[in-house]
């Protein structure tokens, strides 16, 4: 129980500080990776398709909460994009997924997928078009995601820190 | 039948989770200005914002900090600005007086820090360190020292949220300093621009852009912006107008709440208009 429900919602806060605000520090042009996505494609990867959609729901709601932006849309985005993470879920894969770099492909997938559905819920400018929200809603958030990925790579890989 | 639904539900169930959880999103999405859910974003925003305060004033000695020099510079233009201003003012008021005209000009400025920030290409938000308990109301204008940032959209008792102008949900009603030109301000995602302005009015590259006495959510004359672009559309009829904020939105930190609310007197006219029409 402790490692599948409380641990992520531990590891939640201090990820949501440093999203709200180390990120922006870094973010280029306004395109910035999305750490609690990480952990959440993470912790599907480990456990499965049915537990990523419910941790991405209910991580999507703090961070609705705590980011000030409107209840729902990361919700949404992260309950589709678990949901879609959760694909790649495979018992007898769990550290080829999650301990090499098929995890950053992964993460770049599915977070370009997050970042996509975020915009397209939340805009609510009929003058944005698709290719501007594919390409800079969309992939390269979720590429610049990915890099966020590469430490988890490097350092979780044998020592279980997570 | 009951096996059947049973054996459907743990066949099924990632799928039957994905839908329950996405109408439940969606819905509260739907919902996310009602009442109940400010309140709960709120109560959210009061705890965890202070957790980012810290973290912030943590952070903070990472961030650009600007040089006395720069600052003895901006000074020393502030005060010939400000004396030129000064000439100006007297002269205004003594025409004002003569036309009986009423001075709406000063608002009071309440000091703000950016604690932290929602950075998207679209959904550009802040929050920053006061609130209703230093009288912040939800409407204010905020501004920087170059000027306007947003409009203050939440309110907890010592946080708020801002909804800067990277954000594409807001819409400002805005003039061109030198010809009057009106026109809506907004966010494409990467510029802000002022779309179907007539190519017969006079818009020049440099003109200065501020909001305008139509707007119904900002006091006029506050500075936002410089002309950069004009383009036409295809049949050569209208303008598309890009803007270059005179603040770096992304990297304020120090922010000034002006202390007004859109005039309730102007809305219930313009509500009596409507109804009229």
């Excluded at chain 2, 709960?40 to 009061?46: D, P």
């Excluded at chain 2, 936002?224 to 036409?232: A, Q």
Aim: charged fraction near 20%; proline fraction near 4%; aromatic fraction near 10%.
């Amino acid at each position: 129980m402790f490692d599948n429900i409380i641990k992520p919602v531990l590891i939640f806060i201090p990820l949501a500080l440093i999203q709200l605000t180390v990120i922006p520090m870094i973010s280029i042009a306004g395109i910035a990776p999305n750490l609690i996505f990480v952990l959440i494609a993470f912790y599907t990867l480990k456990n499965g398709q049915a537990y990523g959609i419910i941790l991405g729901f209910f991580l999507g709601f703090l961070l609705d909460l705590f980011s000030g932006g409107l209840i729902g849309a990361f919700m949404f985005s992260f309950t589709i994009s678990a949901f879609i993470a959760g694909y790649f879920y495979n018992e007898n894969k769990i550290e080829l997924n999650t301990e090499t770099f098929f995890f950053l492909l992964i993460i770049f997938i599915c977070g370009s997928l997050n970042a996509f559905i975020y915009a397209a819920v939340s805009n609510s400018n009929p003058d944005i078009n698709l290719f501007f929200l594919i390409l800079e809603e969309g992939l390269l958030p979720g590429l610049y995601t990915s890099l966020f990925g590469l430490p988890m790579v490097i350092f979780t890989s044998k020592k279980g820190i997570l | 039948m009951l096996k059947f639904l049973r054996r459907l539900a743990a066949d099924y169930k990632e799928y039957i989770l994905l839908i329950i959880l996405s109408v439940i999103s969606l819905t509260l999405l739907s919902k996310s200005e009602k009442p109940q859910a400010k309140h709960l974003k709120t109560f959210a925003l009061g705890n965890f914002a202070l957790l980012s305060e810290i973290t912030n004033s943590l952070t903070s000695i990472f961030k650009r900090d600007i040089s006395l020099d720069e600052l003895k510079h901006e000074n020393a233009q502030l005060m010939l600005e400000v004396n030129r201003m000064r000439k100006l003012r007297s002269e205004n008021d003594e025409l004002r007086e003569m036309i009986a005209f009423r001075d709406t000009s000063r608002y009071p400025l309440i000091p703000a820090k950016v604690i932290s920030k929602l950075v998207t290409k679209t959904q550009g938000n802040f929050i920053i360190n006061r609130g209703s308990s230093d009288e912040i109301k939800k409407g204010m204008p905020v501004l920087s020292e170059k000027g306007l940032i947003g409009l203050i959209m939440d309110v907890a008792d010592n946080y708020s949220v801002v909804r800067t102008l990277n954000n594409s949900n807001l819409n400002i009603a805005v003039t061109l300093q030198r010809t009057n030109v009106d026109g809506i301000l907004s966010y494409d995602g990467k510029n802000l621009v002022i779309k179907d302005i007539p190519t017969t009015y006079d818009v020049q590259v440099g003109d200065r852009v501020e909001t305008s006495d139509f707007s119904s959510l900002f006091p006029p004359a506050i500075p936002i912006g410089v002309v950069v672009k004009k383009e036409s559309n295809v049949l050569g009829l209208l303008h598309i107008i890009t803007i270059t904020p005179f603040a770096d939105i992304p990297a304020e930190n120090d922010l000034f709440v002006l202390k007004v609310l859109p005039s309730k007197q102007i809305n219930d006219l313009e509500m009596n208009l409507l109804k009229q029409n």
